[in-house]
C-alpha cells in the first residue's frame, strides 16, 4: 500500500522569533492551517491502541513511511497483539519483518510484547519512565508513544520535529542543540491537542524536508546515515534471509552463497549468535528458536 498524499508546499521562508510570544502563536497557524488543507491518511493515525502505536513508533525508527504503511497491516494481521506476538516464534517474526531492515528492532519488539505480558499483565504502561525500559525504546519513542496512545501532553524531539524548529526559529545560528530547541517546543505545545499538534508538525516537518536544504545539518546531534551498500548491515540481513528460507546451513554453505569475504560473513555470524537471532548446533546454524 502507497502512501496517498499531495501537498502544497509549506511556507519556507517564514522565520520567527523564539522570544516572542505573538511570534510562537503565527508559528502555531502555520504549522496547523497548512496541516488541515495536507493531513496524511497513515494507518497508524486511524487507531490509539497501545498496541498498534508500539507496533508503528518501532517500525518507523530510521524507516520511510512508505516502507512501513506497506508492512505495518502485514505485520498486524500476522501478530494483532502483545500475546500473539510475545508467543510467535523469532522466525516468524523476522519472516514477516523481513524488507523493514534494522532486523534488531523485530527482536526488541517480540521482547517488548514479552515484558508487557509478563510484568504488566498485556497492558501498555502510560509512563515514559516505563516504556523507555523496554528494549529499543528511548526516551523519544517513549514520548512518541504516550502522545500517539494516550495524547499526553509530552515535549520531545525527533528528526521532523527538530527540522521544523531549527528551520522556523534558528535560521541565523550554524550549531543548535536540542536543549535550545525544547523550551520553544513546550511553550508551542501548551495548551494544544498533543496528538493532533505532533501529527501536524511531522506532516509539516516531512513536506518542509522536500523544499529547503536540511536544516537538521546544524543539529549538534545529527550523524549521517552510513551507506546500506557493502555494509555489515546488509550482509547481516542477507544471512538471516537465507536462514529463513533454508532453515538450517553451515557456516561453509553461507560463505558459498554470500560470495564475501569468509572472515567478514564469520565475525557476523558470531555476532548474530551472541545478540541472540541464530544458533549454533554442531555444524548447523538456524535462527534461533526463543
Known amino acids: 500500500m502507497k502512501e496517498s498524499w499531495q501537498s502544497t508546499p509549506v511556507p519556507a521562508r517564514i522565520r520567527y522569533s523564539r522570544d516572542d510570544e505573538r511570534d510562537i502563536e503565527d508559528f502555531c497557524h502555520t504549522v496547523l492551517a497548512f496541516y488541515a488543507k495536507n493531513r496524511r ?5 486511524r487507531t490509539t491502541d497501545p498496541y498498534c502505536i508500539l507496533v508503528s513508533e518501532i517500525m518507523l525508527q530510521q524507516t520511510q513511511v512508505d516502507r512501513v ?3 505495518y497491516p502485514l505485520f498486524l494481521e500476522a501478530f494483532p497483539d502483545f500475546s500473539t506476538l510475545a508467543n510467535a516464534p523469532l522466525a516468524d517474526v523476522l519472516s514477516v519483518w523481513q524488507g523493514m531492515g534494522y532486523n534488531r528492532r523485530a527482536i526488541a519488539l517480540r521482547e517488548c510484547a514479552v515484558r508487557i505480558c509478563s510484568d504488566f499483565a498485556g497492558n501498555l ?3 515514559v519512565e516505563m516504556l523507555a525500559t523496554l528494549p529499543g525504546i528511548g526516551h523519544a519513542t517513549a514520548s512518541s508513544i504516550c502522545v500517539y496512545a494516550f495524547n499526553e501532553p509530552l515535549v520531545f524531539i525527533e528528526t521532523n520535529i527538530r527540522r521544523v524548529f531549527i528551520h522556523h526559529f534558528f535560521d541565523e545560528q550554524e550549531v543548535v542543540a536540542d ?6 517546543v513546550r511553550q508551542a505545545l501548551s495548551g494544544k491537542d498533543s496528538r493532533t499538534w505532533y501529527n501536524a508538525l511531522m506532516d509539516y516537518g516531512t ?3 522536500k523544499t529547503v536544504p536540511n536544516p537538521n545539518r546544524r543539529s549538534r546531534h545529527y550523524t549521517r546515515q552510513a551507506a546500506f551498500e557493502g555494509s555489515d548491515r546488509k550482509i547481516r540481513g542477507r544471512i538471516l534471509k537465507i536462514l529463513l528460507e533454508r ?3 553451515t557456516r561453509k554453505e553461507i560463505h558459498t552463497f554470500l560470495a564475501e569475504d569468509t572472515r567478514r560473513v ?3 555470524i558470531d555476532s548474530l549468535v551472541e545478540e541472540g537471532f541464530i544458533s549454533q548446533s554442531g555444524r548447523f546454524l538456524q535462527i534461533a528458536s526463543r
Open 179 to 184: 536543549s535550545e530547541i525544547l523550551p520553544i
Open 247 to 249: 532453515q538450517r546451513m
Open 266 to 268: 564469520d565475525q557476523l
Open 69 to 71: 504503511t506497506r508492512k
Open 41 to 45: 491518511d497513515l494507518p497508524w493515525r
Open 125 to 127: 504502561p502510560c509512563s
Open 207 to 209: 513536506e518542509l524536508k
